[in-house]
């Protein structure tokens, strides 16, 4: 077995029909990129903008972070997909502890220290 | 070691996954990027409490440059993207495409390095030390910590690279490309919101 698993594979084992399914997961891939593009545009545009007041920018940009980050790990990181299970909570408990964190911070050595 | 997949048909549709071995990487990688999410949330908390602390020194909106950043967010976005091509590649059993893929991504990772290291250059000059101000201090250690992280991945894909360069894709090294495909997108997320907290705040907000 140790030497099967440094051997290399003259062919897929593939379907046609699992092949056909993952040209269009690829597919999806580069339609989550163009989003991805799209909104990292409309984040640059909104800071460059004078037109548009700090109150609106910054919740806007920021909401669009997190549905790049989303995007990121749903698609990118295939975190939708099935066996994710695992992968999904540890990566939400991460998130979870997060937001606390940085509001924790924040509010101590932002705004009471100053 | 107990192999799941039928190996006389061929590469397994999710070689990364076929055996025991590929199963423990994938998990131990998803346990290390969600302490990253926390370590890096730590750096993000400690530089929006300081960002205003410029005690007389540069200020955010005075030296960041937009055109700057957003290439940057471009490179470090395409080569997310590539490393996606390159496991595709990797899945249909395309060795020299997930090599070349895999090169692609390196020199997107290399060419946002020097970008970095030229903008760190930059504010040095303009006055921005790291020992300038508290808003100098975090800023430096939020983002050269993710510049590290880009260092260290363009260290292990070459290292891949270069160990596996006439290996073809096994069952040994395709967990080892997947991982770092993870380790990558995870390091655009992290710029994804450096750009946004970190930069467009800096200016818009």
Redesign the interface.
Known sequence: MAEDMEQPFEKSSMSNEEKRKINREQRVQMIAFAVMIGLTLLAFIAAGSDMLPGTFTIPFILLLAVVQLFLQLYYFMHLKDKDHGWPNSFMISGLVLTAPTIVALMLLIGIVKF | ?A?S???S?????NPE?A?L?GKNK??GA??F??????M???F???Y??????TAGGPEPSEIFQ?PLV?IM??LL?TS??TS??AI?AM???Q?QKLKRWMWITVALGAVFLGFEIYEFVEYVEHGLGFTTSAFASSFYALVGLHGAHVLFGLLWATLLLVRNRN??????NAPKFYVFS?YW??I??VW??I???V???G???
Do not use: C, R
């Open positions: 070691m192999n997949a039928d190996l048909k061929g590469l397994p549709a996954k055996t071995d994938f998990l998803w346990v990027l969600a302490g990253e999410t926390t890096f949330a730590v993000f908390g400690t929006l409490g300081l960002q205003s602390g937009l957003f967010t471009m976005l997310s993207l996606v091509m595709y899945k249909k059993n060795f290996a073809g894709i096994t069952l040994t993870l997108h995870f655009d997320v994804v919101f750009f946004s907290a930069y467009l705040m200016i818009g907000g």
